[in-house]
């Protein structure tokens, strides 16, 4: 296993333990996750990369804090979000949310950022990438989080509890990096359809999804990424290569998985490759577009301004 990989799964697994911290303060609070039926998803198009694995449990989905969420997904969709023809600019970023790889926020760092995305001319598309498994019942689900966190040496609340902690699980991404290459391609493949412009296709991600999105950008041998937007991901050392795209880096100082690490910038700053970091004050960790009263509210409206600097959101001559 080369260096790049090593470190990229090492922050895959801090991405799923915060995610799973998060998860389980917010169970803590309001007690109870919620059943949730099974939203219609009628223009999602199936993948055909296959299911997972193991898998005995059905795709379930629960809300919490109002967000729905999905667990237990075997089956990998892309769902376009379009802008309206007037407004099209023929920019495209793939979407994928977060969950700690065991479960999809859909809502929060999917939809509703798709939907932004559309707003501003570009068109989206969420990737519901494969998880994996859980078990079939929410009690059994919650527990299964626990044992995580033992196994990985760290409390419920995210603290660490041991120096060394026991050997945490390796994560086996072949599956989500299969999910991400098929989309991009299918995106290719009907560009002219959706006004699709391939030199100025990217991919944000928002915690775990934002650990694939980089995994992608390092592993991949089909994708030509434009552009990348990690929010809320991993902030350990990479090895950046030398067309690595242009990245922009989200995180606030009070979320699980900053630890006053800038490992990954310094990285792609060392290899000479357009980087944009925006360290906010405040936000936590998963919080999407925004939660309120938070500084990290305005990182879209910079987000949106460093694709219109960097050429992404005009044609090229």
Do not use: C
Not at 73 to 100: H, M, Q, R
């Amino acid at each position: 296993m080369n260096l790049t990989r090593m470190q990229t799964l090492a922050s895959l697994l801090l991405l799923t333990i915060a995610s799973f911290a998060f998860a389980t303060n917010s169970m803590a609070q309001d007690g109870t996750i919620y059943p949730l039926e099974a939203p219609e998803e009628p223009k999602a198009i199936p993948l055909g990369t296959g299911g997972v694995e193991g898998q005995t449990a059905p795709e379930t989905w629960f809300r919490q804090w109002g967000d729905p969420m999905a667990r237990n997904i075997s089956t990998a969709t892309l769902t376009p979000f379009l802008p309206e023809p007037d407004k099209a600019n023929g920019a495209a970023v793939i979407v994928a949310p977060g969950g700690g790889f065991r479960w999809l926020s859909l809502g929060n760092e999917g939809w509703e950022v798709a939907e932004a995305l559309a707003e501003q001319g570009i068109a989206a598309f969420v990737l519901k990438y494969r998880l994996q498994p859980t078990p079939e019942s929410l009690d059994g689900f919650r527990e299964s989080m626990e044992q995580l966190f033992a196994e990985a040496g760290a409390s419920p609340d995210g603290e660490k509890q041991d120096e060394k902690p026991a050997t945490p699980p390796r994560w086996d991404l072949s599956n989500q990096l299969e999910d991400a290459e098929a989309a991009y391609a299918l995106i290719v493949e009907r560009a002219a359809e959706w006004g699709v412009d391939t030199d100025r296709l990217g991919m944000i991600g928002f915690s775990a999804g934002a650990g694939l999105t980089m995994h992608s950008a390092l592993n991949s041998k089909t994708m030509d990424l434009a552009f990348i937007g990690p929010v809320y991901g991993g902030m350990g050392p990479v090895e950046v290569p030398a067309d690595a795209p242009p990245m922009f880096n989200v995180i606030a100082t009070d979320d699980f998985l900053f630890r006053g690490q800038f490992d990954v910038v310094k990285s792609w700053f060392e290899a000479g490759r357009p980087v944009e970091f925006h360290l906010y004050q405040n936000g936590g960790h998963g919080f999407g577009l925004g939660n309120p009263n938070r500084t990290s509210n305005r990182w879209f409206d910079a987000f949106m301004h460093w694709l219109s600097v960097n050429g992404f959101l005009a044609a090229s001559a």
